[in-house]
């Protein structure tokens, strides 16, 4: 039988959740696992699609103001896609309206950042209103840690 430390043997069942629940908790700084911290410190996943170089000039500076690190996607169209790239689908794309490129902004931080980011651009952008779609995501959990430079 296997010795614990202190010399004690095992005895009985273990004790806590089972091996798959104690698996599939969080790993960010431990917070959600220990169930400390507040709902401001969890994390987030932040989603910014912008249409325009305005727009994204104007969320760019928004997550600078903020000390928000992200990485910017450039993307194109679904419809854009299938009239360059897979000619079967040629056809059906000409009947597709015609859609700007856009940037998309993916950043994973903390879920009161993200919700002040959110609250500064629909502020910011109540006039237009076109062009930028923002989004917040709660993060159960995550694992793994982006780089820095």
């Known amino acids: 039988m296997a010795k614990r430390p202190g010399n004690r043997p095992r005895q009985g069942k273990p004790t806590g959740p089972p091996r798959a629940a104690r698996a599939s908790r969080s790993v960010h700084k431990g917070e959600a696992r220990r169930g400390r911290g507040s709902r401001n410190d ?3 996943l932040l989603i910014v699609l912008a249409t325009s170089t305005s727009h994204l000039e104007d969320a760019v500076a928004v997550l600078i103001d903020l000390g928000i690190a992200a990485t910017v996607i450039q993307t194109k169209p679904l419809s ?3 009239r360059d790239e897979v000619p079967v689908f040629a056809g059906l794309a000409s009947m597709l309206p015609r859609m ?9 931080t903390t ?15 109540q006039a237009d209103g076109h062009g930028l779609f923002v989004a917040t995501i709660a993060l159960r959990g995550f694992f793994g840690s982006p780089g820095r430079s």
């Open 111 to 125: 879920m009161g950042l993200a919700d002040r980011a959110l609250r500064l651009l629909s502020t910011g952008l």
């Open 42 to 44: 969890r994390p987030a």
């Open 80 to 82: 854009t896609v299938l």
């Open 100 to 108: 700007p490129e856009s940037r998309l902004v993916v950043s994973i």
